[in-house]
């Protein structure tokens, strides 16, 4: 009984079934740099920060406005800009994250 391994949880073993399949594929993990943790810091702060301003502004012109069909054309384009936003975060931190494999 002394000798028997702990437990895994689920998020263990499927974390451990990645990590193989990922060898197997022949993918390599290497860890990022302070730069690159600070690079990617910056990009998700300045993306949250954007979304407070349209949030805010999107707020104030909801407020401002009693019309369904503008508000909902407002809303529309709120989630757009929330979107691109989102999808341009997404593609520097994936560019940070891929020149680590680069180098």
Known sequence: MADEKPLKSALEI?????RKSDEAAGIEKRPLTEA???AIGEARNFCEA???EQEVLHQ??????ADPAV????EQEY?????RFTSERDAKIEKIRSQAQGN
């Open 60 to 65: 104030s012109r909801m407020r401002h406005s």
């Open 36 to 38: 690159q943790k600070a």
């Open 71 to 74: 508000r909902e054309t407002m």
């Open 50 to 52: 954007k979304l407070a």
């Open 14 to 18: 499927a974390m451990e079934r990645f």
């Open 79 to 83: 989630r757009r800009d929330r979107e």
